[in-house]
């Protein structure tokens, strides 16, 4: 009895160490897939970040919609940067306006662009709409908007996707006859 004894604890032992040996094995294995998974995830991570600088740099460098500009300015740049666009102005009122050769006026606030607007047709909106423009042009480029009728001039405003800036047409008898770019208050 007490050989059989010894022999099922030998048993006993080579089975635990053979067993043991397994759970090790599958212990590795499990390892070496969850290695090989973390691998695969940080390459797909740097894909996408490789994809995204390549998105920013293509980005236009503005925080400003790009439709939302009015001869080439947007409100938020520097009034130094609308000069190297349109050149000195033509005039001056009240310190803060500012009138270019094109008709383009301008306001700033310190040395940044508050509010860019037009009367005169020639000058467009960065989606092609300028003054003397049927309201349906400004509507094919921009889409409905917000109307109020105001004496008979009807105001159409859109708002940048962030909502800093404002774009305004007035239309009167179906034509575009004022155009206004702004910061919103």
């Known amino acids: 009895m007490k050989k ?12 635990s160490v053979g067993c043991g040996n397994k ?34 740099d293509t980005a236009p460098t503005s925080n400003v919609d790009s439709k939302f500009s009015l001869g080439g300015i947007s409100p938020g740049m520097t009034f130094d940067e ?22 383009l006026m301008i306001d700033v606030e310190g040395n940044v662009v508050e ?10 909106t960065a989606g092609g709409v ?10 094919d480029a921009y889409g409905a908007g917000l109307a109020e009728n105001d004496d008979g001039v009807i105001e ?8 800093r800036i ?11 006859v004022e155009i206004k770019c702004s910061l919103r208050d």
């Open 4 to 15: 059989f004894l010894a022999v099922s604890v030998l048993a006993v032992m080579a089975l």
């Open 82 to 103: 609308a000069k190297k666009i349109l050149g000195e102005p033509t005039s001056q009122h009240d310190d803060d306006e500012f009138t270019f050769a094109n008709g």
């Open 115 to 124: 509010e860019v607007k037009t009367r005169q047709s020639g000058v467009k």
């Open 130 to 139: 300028e003054v003397g423009m049927t309201e349906q042009n400004m509507i």
């Open 156 to 163: 159409h405003k859109y708002y940048s996707g962030d909502r």
């Open 166 to 176: 404002k774009l305004t047409f007035d239309v009167s008898n179906g034509s575009i």
């Open 23 to 56: 759970v090790e094995e599958v212990k590795q294995e499990a390892v070496s897939e969850v290695q090989e998974a973390a691998s695969d995830v940080k390459d797909a991570a740097a894909k996408v970040e490789q994809k995204a600088a390549q998105v920013a």
